[in-house]
């Protein structure tokens, strides 16, 4: 714990001190991960009420269109010269973040195969 804090530490100070965009997409990827963790976590309890990993389709499914969204909010925002330094940084890393943690291809090929 001590060193995921650390490092989550410096990247804050990369990002402040130093001014680099990608210190702050890591940064808020970390802080905002356990959200998509929970969420999946939440709708795994879905798993044993179908025939199929209901939770987990739901689960990547709600990833994928959480990821598509604010991929296009960041190309739209990338496009506009008067956006804030800090804006599509931090869209990305909810992206990688909340997105990333929320869907896993592998868990439910794996489920898929279980059944």
């Known amino acids: 714990f001590i060193l995921v804090g ?3 530490v410096l990247f804050i100070l990369g990002d402040v001190y130093w001014g680099i965009a990608y ?3 890591v940064w808020i990827a ?10 999946r976590w939440k709708l795994s309890t879905l798993n044993g009420n ?6 987990t389709f739901l689960a990547n499914f709600f ?4 990821s598509a969204a604010l991929t296009a909010w960041s190309i739209i925002e990338s496009s506009d010269k008067g956006v804030e ?7 990305k890393a909810v992206s990688l973040g ?4 929320l ?7 794996k489920e898929g195969v279980d059944i």
């Open 23 to 25: 210190y702050r997409q």
């Open 30 to 39: 970390c802080l905002t991960a356990p959200i998509g963790t929970i969420s």
């Open 50 to 55: 179908f025939s199929f990993p209901a939770g």
């Open 98 to 101: 909340v997105a990333g943690s």
């Open 85 to 91: 330094r800090w804006k599509i940084p931090a869209i």
């Open 103 to 109: 869907s896993t291809v592998s868990t439910f090929v």
């Open 6 to 8: 650390t490092l989550i």
């Open 63 to 66: 990833g994928c269109i959480l």
